[in-house]
């Protein structure tokens, strides 16, 4: 990334209004001080209302009106809704929920990544839209589709799905007899004779088989990279040069997003704090005290989760830009939340921060949705936030590159398959652990990356695995080179590549490092609390409990002497779930044993560093005095102060 390159954008759906309007639109938008247009990427019925018949003039009209103002546009794909008549023509294009119902034409993503006819249909389309647009000045980035997964997608339990899944475990184990074993389906008589007799896991009279239903799962996955590949190898092919990305969503974990995004030159994604508070799996005196603002780490986990994902590049590709249409509950965001989140983005080292959308629309399911503007083309709550927000940005150029942050999250989509396959406790979630650790982290002020288990450890002092059930040979080297600190979770090493116990219990692998044994473990209802001590202090583990058996002495312990908390030189492990105070001690811990500085910022307010440039967010109801110890003097500032307000944002530059 250059660092001239970051911009404010907005999602724009010139199908949706009279032609008449376009260029004013366009210029309202450049006026804002906005740079980038996303378009098209529901617009199928309009290129092709009917089989075979084109009607490119509109859309050529709208990108040549769009560039003529000096908008960069970014086309979208358009294959996240299939038109009508290509459904009726081919009604196994659509998918099958986990009941064996097709799910129908009459919203969007009405299609299974399993099928042929849609893969040949979808590459025509994006051909045809590549062709023509792929050398045209005004269209400098592209969109594979629109949020894979959205509305739970991804696993279609379809007869296509089925002949495509045989397919995949056929090369995956080669002989079923290889299959039988590594399942263990001699368990209740499951065992297969041929890769034809295996079916979907779905119907079954009780729970289906866990190896089972996590080879479904990693076949899903699969199946959407090949998709999203089809597009990129064709956009490439008549767009050299241009950026193609996609627009993930936030907590959506069913295909992973580190191997889609390697065919991708950068990642995108779509950031609805307020909305997400409401559906996630947020405390109430949260969703009370964050109605308008957000939870301080919602946007960042997400932000940093992709930008690993992403290699580095990354945009959001949709900001939320008042009430949404999609949650239970949809208030509106405080007066200057809509500027903080774009501004956030930038902080973490986002490309372009898009508005999602330019205006309601007045009809249809999300006319309920705010634009930056009314559907009577008057200003909505955003607009102002994003004049302001642009005007902020001419001051926010860093001058040097962003930097490896000194400590990394290690995230795998596989564990979350794994987990949702064999849960063993209803509370247990590992996406909320990873969250929770996150957010733990955050709270001192210090900068995070996310990595796959796959990625490299260089670089990092301190690397934090919030669970990894599944330990290869290749992780444990990196940890061998003895240089930096470790932190485990739970569950650690506790599963072999095929969902089975390993040899000699958990934490498996990783005993070669860390001498001990998890006996048993015990889930609980999330009202037990499992005390003990640590350094001192009274704390509390939750949810889940190991009984491990070891000669290291327990850093915390239970009052009957059992272990919370173990701890080598180079490794720290958690065998419970530890509650929010416990937690901040944990990182503190680790903090210091990797000798990085361990200060608590004052609750609700969240910093990070960009380049030379560190930014302070206030997502509490009150004015915080930023701490003497992380703030300069008053010349350093770029915008705001020491005091930032709330919904308010400071920042200053590191000379
Ligand atoms: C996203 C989607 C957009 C729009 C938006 C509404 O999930 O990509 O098309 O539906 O949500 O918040």
Not at 408 to 432: D, H, N, R
């Amino acid at each position: 990334m250059t660092i001239e390159a970051q911009k404010l954008g907005v999602c724009y759906y010139p199908e949706h209004w009279p032609e008449t309007v376009w260029a004013d639109d366009a210029r309202k938008m450049v006026d804002l001080g906005l740079k980038q247009v996303r378009i098209g990427e529901f617009a199928w019925s309009r290129i092709e209302p009917d089989p075979g018949r084109l009607e490119w003039d509109w859309l050529d009209r709208s990108i040549e009106t769009l560039g003529q103002a000096g908008l960069e546009v970014m086309l979208g794909t358009p294959t996240a809704t299939p038109p009508k008549w290509l459904i009726d023509q081919h009604p196994d294009i659509l998918a099958h929920d986990a009941q064996g119902r097709p799910r129908q034409f009459g919203s969007r993503r009405h299609y299974c990544f399993s099928s042929q006819v849609y893969r040949t249909e979808a590459a025509r389309i994006v051909e045809l839209v590549a062709e023509r647009y792929g050398g045209h000045d005004a269209v400098t980035s592209w969109q594979t589709d629109n949020e894979y997964g959205c509305h739970d997608t991804v696993r279609s339990y379809s007869p296509a799905a089925k002949r495509a899944f045989r397919v995949w475990l056929n090369e995956r184990y080669g002989s079923i007899a290889d299959l039988n074993t590594a399942w263990g389906t001699v368990f209740w008589s499951q065992e297969y004779r041929d890769f034809d007799e295996v079916d979907l896991p779905n119907l079954t009279v009780t729970e289906p088989h866990p190896s089972h239903v996590l080879d479904f799962y990693r076949f899903s996955s699969d199946q959407v990279v090949a998709f999203n590949r089809m597009q990129t190898q064709i956009i490439r092919k008549h767009a050299p040069g241009c950026d193609i990305v996609h627009n993930y969503m936030g907590f959506y974990f069913n295909f992973d997003h580190f191997e889609v995004a390697k065919d991708l030159d950068g990642v995108g994604w779509d950031s609805y704090p307020l909305g997400f508070l409401d559906v996630e799996n947020f405390s109430d005196d949260d969703k009370q005290k964050y109605m308008r603002r957000g939870h301080p780490d919602f946007a960042g986990f997400f932000h940093d989760l992709y930008r690993g994902c992403g290699r580095g590049r990354w945009q959001i590709l949709e900001q939320q830009p008042g009430p949404v249409n999609w949650a239970p509950h949809n208030p509106a965001p405080e007066t200057g939340m809509v500027r903080l989140w774009a501004l956030e983005g930038f902080a973490h080292g986002a490309e372009v921060v898009n508005f999602f959308r330019w205006r309601q629309a007045p009809f249809a399911q999300e006319q309920m949705h705010a634009g930056l503007e009314r559907p009577n083309h008057s200003p909505a709550l955003g607009f102002d936030e994003a004049r302001r927000a642009s005007e902020d940005l001419a001051n926010l150029v860093p001058e040097t590159d962003p930097q490896q942050a000194t400590i990394a999250i290690v995230f795998s989509y596989e564990a979350c398959w794994l987990y949702e396959a064999q849960p063993q406790g209803a509370g247990w979630s590992y996406t909320g652990l990873a969250f929770d650790w996150y957010s733990a982290l955050r709270a001192f002020g210090v900068n995070v990356d996310f990595i796959s288990p796959a990625m490299s450890h260089d670089g990092y002092a301190l690397v934090i695995v919030p669970s990894l059930p599944i330990v290869e040979s290749a992780f444990l080297e990196q940890i061998k080179d003895g240089t930096r600190t470790y932190l485990f979770g739970p569950r650690s090493g506790s599963k072999t590549l095929s969902l089975q116990i390993p040899d000699g219990l958990a934490p498996g692998l990783l005993k070669d490092l860390l001498p001990l044994t998890v006996s048993h473990v015990e889930s609980f209802p999330p009202f037990h609390r499992e005390q003990g001590r640590f350094s001192g202090t009274s704390v509390e583990g939750r949810l889940w409990f190991e009984h491990v058996i070891s000669e290291l002495e327990p850093i915390a312990e239970t009052p009957n002497g059992e272990g919370l908390l173990y701890e080598t030189a180079q490794i720290v492990y958690a065998a419970t779930v530890p509650g929010p105070a416990f937690l901040e001690q944990i990182m503190r811990h680790v903090l210091t044993k990797a000798e990085l500085a361990a200060n608590k910022l004052p609750d609700d307010v969240r910093i990070r560093q960009n380049g030379d440039l560190v930014y302070a967010f206030n997502y509490g109801d009150k004015a915080i005095l930023l701490p003497e110890e992380t703030t300069p003097n008053s010349e350093a500032f770029v915008i705001g102060g020491r005091r930032v307000p709330p919904a308010g944002v400071s920042v200053w530059r590191t000379y």
